[in-house]
């Protein structure tokens, strides 16, 4: 039986550990409270639900849950068309690299901060996108102009609310004008985005310069994360 198959834990009265741990030193049996029980409960539910598709992803040979969301976009948007040119935006471990390749992708580079394991049929750079020079190294590297440029980026969060913003939003401005640069007329561009993320400069630049742009929440997003998806469609014949 899988994990996701087996009943949550019942709800019993539960004598927490005490041997060795400072509560069980003199200051006697704490017991969990119904309100302990009934968070820890959601937790594992919410665990389950959410393994549930790092599960899938492995028994499929994905290397990453984040495989499926764009196969929800592109199943929705049809982005991946047979022969284009794609260039991933934090690609590690190379789930989204696997995916434009299986629809038919003819190139494809992916960059990301952290070393990604070959995939054959694909060029993975190991680099700081913000860096200067590592744009064109991309563009070199694909041979061309792209025609659907994704970006997955995110940047460990520290927990400092604005500062954490402000990241975000860093990572989204520099993947837009990226996109805004290089794409072919009529490319497309994915990138992750927050919910209540202030993308309104972003937002409005995209609108300008592409046919469409639509907010996706992929399913196998997680529900309790504010993570959704902007999508930028059929870029503008401008130059
Ligand atoms: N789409 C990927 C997949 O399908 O496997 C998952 C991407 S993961 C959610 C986000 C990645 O963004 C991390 O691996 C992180 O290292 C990368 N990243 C964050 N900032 C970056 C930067 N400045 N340059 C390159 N990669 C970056």
Avoid: C
Wanted: charged fraction near 25%; hydrophobic fraction near 40%; glycine fraction near 10%.
């Amino acid at each position: 039986m899988s994990e996701d198959e087996k009943s949550p834990p019942r709800r019993k009265m539960v004598r927490l550990p005490t041997a060795g741990t400072a509560a069980g030193r003199g200051m006697g049996t704490k017991m969990k409270t119904a309100d302990d029980k009934s968070m820890s409960s959601q937790q594992w539910i919410k665990r389950q639900l959410a393994d549930k598709w790092s599960e899938r992803a492995r028994a499929e040979g994905w290397r990453s849950r984040a495989a499926f969301k764009l196969m929800e976009i592109d199943d929705r948007l049809g982005l991946i068309r047979p022969g284009v040119r794609v260039i991933d935006l934090g690609a590690a471990p190379g789930g989204w690299v696997q995916v434009a390749l299986k629809r038919g992708a003819k190139a494809v580079v992916g960059v990301d901060l952290l070393m990604i394991e070959p995939i054959p049929g694909a060029e993975l750079i190991q680099a700081d996108f913000t860096h200067a020079g590592v744009d064109q190294q991309l563009i070199d590297a694909l041979g061309g102009a792209p025609d659907l440029v994704l970006s997955d980026m995110a940047h460990n969060t520290i927990g400092h609310r604005q500062t954490d913003h402000l990241k975000i939003i860093a990572l989204i401005e520099i993947a837009a004008e990226f996109a805004l640069r290089t794409l072919k007329p009529g490319g497309h561009f994915v990138t992750k985005n927050f919910q209540g993320g202030d993308a309104g400069g972003v937002l409005a630049e995209l609108r300008a310069n592409f046919r469409d742009v639509k907010y996706i929440k992929p399913a196998s997003s997680r529900k309790d994360s504010s993570e959704v998806y902007l999508v930028a469609l059929d870029r503008n014949q401008t130059r």
